[in-house]
């Protein structure tokens, strides 16, 4: 919550992101409502991918699943083929990602982490499955008080893009205004689900309202809430100077007095985020950066599939 004003360690490794997303090949995305659209079921309408009604070859790109290459027409033609089908699936992933300046709050056990790489590199991982399992996926950021969007689409050219994206995604200013999100929803026409992550320090907020709105228009809304901590148990060291990167009031000096009305605030101020979540039936799981990521991934998506139940 408080950013200190002792430079943070650099990021880890790209190769960390990588080894994360080899760990998802057992991980499933499972709607867990039945959304409006055309068809039948939760997954209705005709769209490519790995299906089993056969619709036409295209050429082999990295991170084709081998089964689906055709080997009778590499014999033949000398080059790699994949066979597209039919499925049915009409629902998109969109992954929301909080890249405002909080979100550079580093952990004080771990060097080279910080909020912004564990939120960016379990989204990668959701786009990894959603890539897998053949589904359309886009992404959106909120930094530096503007909206940066990217069309959802499928295979593994997509995934290289999210990836590009997520990875150049910076910690800067502020979220952007309440009118600028709503502007930006136009991407929920179509049932959606919606994996953000953030601190999500404020709240009520533009995107809490944003994230809100689009649980009401029905689409599948999950929250992962990240926190260091040092942020969960005050454990900041006592006088150390520490200032709000979003706003511009100076230099705050934490005192072993303060410690516990921060927790208490910090607390109650979590506990209304979770609560509003179940009101809204908003799949919502609060980490600590310093736990294993691919548990934490397990567990968000657990989460999920048993409020589907």
């Known amino acids: 919550m408080l950013s200190s004003t002792k430079p943070a360690a650099g990021p880890a490794s790209a190769g960390a992101m990588t080894a994360m997303m080899a760990q998802t090949k057992d991980m499933d995305l499972v709607i867990r409502h039945v959304l409006a659209g055309p068809g039948h079921g939760i997954h209705a309408g005709r769209e490519r991918g790995a299906g089993v009604e ?20 590499l014999a033949r033609a000398d080059r790699y083929f994949v066979r597209e089908a039919e499925r049915d699936s009409h629902v998109a992933v969109w992954l929301w990602l909080d890249a405002t300046a909080s979100m550079a709050e580093p952990s004080r056990d771990i060097n080279g982490i910080d909020k912004l790489w564990f939120a960016r590199t379990v989204l990668a991982c959701v786009a990894a499955i959603a890539q897998r399992q053949g589904d359309a996926f886009g992404l959106v950021i909120c ?12 295979g593994p050219r997509q995934l290289q893009r999210v990836l590009a994206a997520l990875n150049k995604a910076e910690p800067e200013g502020s979220l952007p205004s309440a009118e600028t999100l709503r502007a930006s929803l136009h991407f929920a026409r179509s049932p959606s689900m919606i994996f953000a992550a953030s601190d999500f320090l404020d709240w009520p907020s533009p995107l809490s309202e944003a ?17 260091t901590q040092a942020e969960v148990d005050a454990s900041f060291k006592s006088g150390a100077g520490y200032r709000d990167p979003e706003q511009s ?6 005192s072993n007095a303060d410690r516990e009305s921060y927790k208490q605030q910090s607390r109650a101020h979590f506990d209304g985020v979770a609560g509003n979540c179940r009101q809204h039936n908003i799949v919502h799981y609060e980490a600590r950066i310093e736990q294993p990521l691919h548990g934490v991934l397990r567990s968000w998506l657990q989460l999920a599939g048993a409020r589907a139940k």
């Open 143 to 154: 930094t530096g008080g503007k909206v940066e969007f990217m069309p959802a689409a499928r």
């Open 211 to 227: 994230l809100l709105r689009l649980r009401n228009m029905r689409h599948d809304v999950r929250l992962l809430t990240l926190r």
């Open 54 to 73: 056969f619709s036409e070859y295209r050429a082999y790109a990295p991170g084709d699943e081998w089964r689906r290459v055709d080997w009778k027409l």
């Open 249 to 254: 009031d100076g230099l705050h000096r934490m």
